[in-house]
């Protein structure tokens, strides 16, 4: 596999003063090849959004390397890496309400990626049009407000808005979120539509496992701030091997019932740790239902497991 996008071990660390720091993303290390979807899972907090916008240059980060087609990108982005990044790489973002400006036209927010290059209005408006139907909707749309448009159709402006600079890697951050489950499934098909016809390599950051096994190559699921297992999809959701990826997929209901009946059913105990005051040893201590009461000192490694595409990071699962 050619790695298009590699973290060597990306940290991004939030000072909150009084020597406190939230540990949002505490030494990531992962590759995703091209063409590849890489699903990133983890409840609320754990620091998936951190590693997108840190992945994107949206975030200085704090230790770490971003290598992009082989090149190490800068730690702190000037306003000329975005220039020179944007076209390569893309973000869509969660909430299409707050990501649309209001007082722009559909048009306008959709060619800004075109700014700065050599096209004339009529070939930018001509690009528009192009990318409104590729995303659904239709050319006389341009000339509309934001809020004149449900939440589906937003998201698909925001996909434009993206896309319209054919980059080669896209972060989605939970795309369908915010979305009536009615259209859920629409964007995602059409993201994954695009993906194919585009050749796009994407991370698509969700709290759905179900959609992200439908729509991902690999999945990796993050915990605390760290990875603690990642490999296929398909094997990760049916046949999970950290107690925090069983206890995940367990609480995210399957809605075919034969596939169901396939998984493990555990239940998670306590609170979320503050990422402020990180555990050591086992991050998962205290909350992992199949060790209790004595939870070793491991390292936070990620191990490979049955082979190198199957990595957790957990003492009860030793490398063969
Ligand atoms: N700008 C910031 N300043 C301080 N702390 C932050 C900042 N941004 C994020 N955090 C903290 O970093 C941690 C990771 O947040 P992040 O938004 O990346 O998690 P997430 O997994 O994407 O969550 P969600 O699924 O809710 O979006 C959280 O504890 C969050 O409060």
Redesign the pocket.
């Known amino acids: 596999m050619t790695a298009l996008v590699k973290l060597d071990d990306l940290r991004k660390y939030?000072d909150?003063g009084r020597g406190q720091r939230?540990h949002?993303v505490d030494g990531i290390s992962l590759e995703i090849a091209e063409g590849e979807t890489l699903g990133l899972v983890?409840?609320?907090?754990?620091?998936?959004?951190?590693?997108g916008k840190a992945l994107l240059g949206l975030h200085d980060k704090s230790a770490g390397t971003v290598y992009y087609g082989g090149q190490a990108l800068p730690q702190r982005y000037k306003a000329a890496d975005f220039q020179r990044l944007a076209s390569r790489m893309q973000m869509i973002f969660q909430d299409p309400y707050s990501s649309l400006n209001p007082r722009m036209t559909v048009g306008e927010i959709i060619a800004e990626g075109l700014r700065g290059r050599k096209l004339s209005n009529s070939q930018k408006q001509q690009r528009v049009a192009e990318w409104l139907d590729r995303v659904g909707l239709s050319a006389g749309h341009a000339s509309r407000y934001p809020h004149e448009f449900s939440g589906g159709q937003r998201q698909r402006i925001g996909i434009a808005r993206a896309l319209i600079m054919e980059p080669e890697f896209v972060v989605c951050d939970?795309p369908i979120s915010a979305l009536d489950v009615s259209v859920q499934a629409q964007v995602v098909n059409l993201l994954n539509n695009l993906k194919q016809s585009m050749g796009l390599t994407m991370l698509f950051?969700a709290?759905d496992l179900s959609m992200v096994r439908y729509i991902s190559d690999r999945m990796a699921v993050?915990y605390l701030g760290a990875l603690v297992e990642i490999g296929p999809a398909s094997d990760v959701y049916f046949s999970p091997k950290h107690p925090y990826t069983q206890v995940l997929t367990a609480s995210n209901p399957e809605p075919d019932p034969e596939l169901e009946k396939q998984r493990a059913s555990t239940t998670i105990q306590g609170e979320i740790p503050s990422?402020v005051n990180v555990p050591t040893g086992c991050r998962f201590a205290g909350r992992c239902p199949k060790v209790m009461p004595v939870c070793r000192e491991v390292t936070p490694q990620l191990l490979p497991l049955v082979d190198e595409d199957r990595l957790v990071a957990c003492h009860l699962y030793q490398p063969e």
């Open positions: 939030f909150l939230v949002a983890g409840e609320s907090g754990s620091g998936k959004s951190t590693l939970e950051i709290h993050m990422p």
